[in-house]
């Protein structure tokens, strides 16, 4: 019954808002980056850091690692909580440096559990971050839950709001096929859908979802 309302509330998301052309990003550490600087902020602020990092021509590893934290933190203003995401930031290009060599594309070939359970170990990476990494930057076929997700599915009374993240990822696995593009578009329509409609103060009236 679940995996069919699943089905269901995909194809009518789909229907209504198309295509989103989630994460955006010019390469795959761009998009790492950019999970890291996103914790509670909007996109429009991770926008504005990852630009003064374009603009300090200093959007890659090692540039990165050789640099100050206080500098870091100062190109990545915008993003707020800027002294704590510098430091996230500076433990995640550590651990891509030494266990990767700065790669990304090494980093993409290690297999999907044991890289996850690495993201994990770093310091201020939790489970959307690695997930959002795993999916977004290095195309693997997992499941990001936020705060949208949640808020959709309790309201349509599919799985309480208070469920771990691990029982709502696990809803999806179980339900659709492991596809990293159905993953990334499906997610991406529960931003939009919660931006839009299913928000704190909801607008059911209008939501594609009215009606379920």
């Given amino acids: 019954m679940k995996n069919k309302k699943l089905i269901e509330i995909y194809k009518k998301l789909f229907k209504s808002f198309g295509p989103q052309h989630w994460w955006p990003g010019d390469t795959p550490f761009e998009v790492a ?8 902020t909007n996109w429009g602020n991770v926008e504005k850091a990852i630009n003064n990092l374009k603009k300090a021509k200093v959007l890659s590893a090692k540039a990165i690692h050789d640099m100050s934290v206080k500098r870091l933190a100062s190109l990545i203003q915008p993003s707020g909580y800027f002294n704590i995401k510098a430091k996230r930031l500076k433990a995640f290009i550590s ?37 959002s990494i795993l999916l977004y930057a290095v195309d693997k076929p997992i499941f990001v839950i936020d705060a949208y997700t949640k808020r959709v599915l309790s309201r349509h009374k599919i799985l309480a709001h208070d469920e771990p993240y691990e029982k ?10 492991k596809d990293v593009k159905l993953f990334n578009e499906y997610h991406a329509l529960f931003v939009r859908v919660g931006k839009e409609f299913c928000k704190p103060k909801p607008r059911c009236e209008e939501c594609p979802l009215n009606g379920l």
């Avoid at 980056?33 to 509670?40: D, F, K, P, R, S």
């Avoid at 266990?99 to 559990?113: F, I, V």
């Avoid at 709502?168 to 096929?177: N, P, R, T, V």
């Fill in 168 to 177: 709502y990822q696990e809803l999806f696995h179980s339900s659709l096929k």
């Fill in 33 to 40: 980056v950019g999970a890291i600087l996103t914790q509670n």
């Fill in 95 to 131: 651990f891509l440096m030494n266990d990767y060599h700065g790669s990304m594309q090494r980093l993409k070939k290690e297999e999907m559990h044991s890289l996850r359970h690495k993201l994990l170990s770093v310091n201020g990476i939790g489970p959307e971050t690695a997930d």
